[in-house]
């Protein structure tokens, strides 16, 4: 097992510090990082993977100093917030390149672009144009990049943005295998679903400093589950079909209905069985779930300096 961790952590841009005193480690699983655009996230996955020095604090993998140990470096797969792809090239001739920017083994990089290929599903579009490719092909391609050379670990940063739920179900699945495989896979995201969906544990990061960390599933008990409520607009029958469907709504206006549903994929599976039993749906929109309560309450805690409720102090993981 790989460990990757963070002590006292401070880092940012020439004059401009991002990051105030930072602990966090990760090991075995998905471990998901979360945080609105601007929190920290990005500059915290540039320290965590060699690309910016902390001015203070250490970063270790598996024990050994990142910013020191050059070869510490090979140990950790990075999948960046845009897929870095040359667009006139195809996939394969993208991962054959990357290949050899890891100084990969001259006679074994054709295997490890083989086994990528094969990891990540890409057989159907190994001959694509990198131009031609969909966002969330493209974010497949740039996680078998990051797993060419058969890293313990896995930092990605944003790789679930602007992806369909489709799309985001198959990546979700990737990782889930490859921590089930043993490595450690961390994740930044600021999507709230993903925290229901993936992770086995949340670090909540607010304006450079951790202001909470723990399982998923305790998060989520804070507020009382995980469901997602969602207001429903529809012509036709539509408290009678929810009824026989296996839902409770409620009734909220003349022509609309609040639901409990599970995850995002709930609501898939809502809409098609609406579709399916003759119903016209109007508009389905989310209303507060739990997990979106959870982070505002985090974060409103860090603004004004009161204690976290059940969370661990600002420097703590």
């Keep these: 097992m790989t460990t990757l961790t963070a002590t006292a952590v401070h880092a940012g841009y020439r004059d401009r510090e991002v990051l105030h005193g930072v602990d966090v480690a990760f090991d075995a699983g998905v471990h998901l990082v979360l945080g609105a655009n601007g929190a920290g996230k990005t500059t915290l996955f540039r320290t965590l993977t060699g690309v910016l020095a902390p001015s203070a604090g250490q970063v270790l993998v598996d024990g050994r100093d990142l910013h020191d140990d050059l070869g510490a470096k090979a140990l950790i797969g990075v999948g960046a917030h845009r897929a870095a792809l040359a667009p006139r090239l195809s996939v394969v001739d993208n991962l054959s390149y990357w290949a050899r920017v890891l100084a990969l083994a001259p006679g074994s990089q054709r295997a490890c672009v083989a ?12 001959t694509r144009r990198a131009s031609g490719l969909s966002r969330g092909q493209a974010q497949r391609v740039s996680l078998a ?17 602007g992806v369909d739920p489709g799309v985001g179900r198959q990546l979700r699945d990737h990782l889930r295998r490859f921590a089930d495989e043993g490595r450690t896979v961390v994740v930044s995201t600021h999507e709230l679903a993903e925290v229901s969906t993936l992770g086995d544990d949340v670090t909540v990061i607010h304006d450079g400093r951790v202001v909470g960390h723990g399982a998923t599933d305790a998060l989520r008990a804070k507020l009382g589950g995980s469901h ?69 309450h985090l974060q409103d805690g860090a603004q004004d300096g009161s204690p976290l409720r059940g969370a661990p102090g600002p420097n703590a993981c």
């Design 115 to 126: 086994r990528a290929v094969e990891l990540l599903d890409l057989g159907p579009i190994a």
């Design 145 to 161: 990049r990051a797993l060419l050379a058969d890293p313990p670990v896995l930092v990605l940063d944003e790789p679930f943005a």
């Design 228 to 296: 997602y409520q969602l207001r429903v607009r529809a012509r036709g029958d539509l408290t009678g079909a929810l009824t026989r469907l296996g839902y409770a709504p409620e009734a909220a206006r003349e022509d609309s209905v609040v639901v409990d549903v599970a995850d995002e994929d709930g609501v898939e599976v809502l809409v098609a069985g609406l579709v399916a039993a003759g119903i016209g749906v109007r508009e389905v929109a989310p209303l507060a779930n739990p997990l979106e309560e959870l982070y505002l």
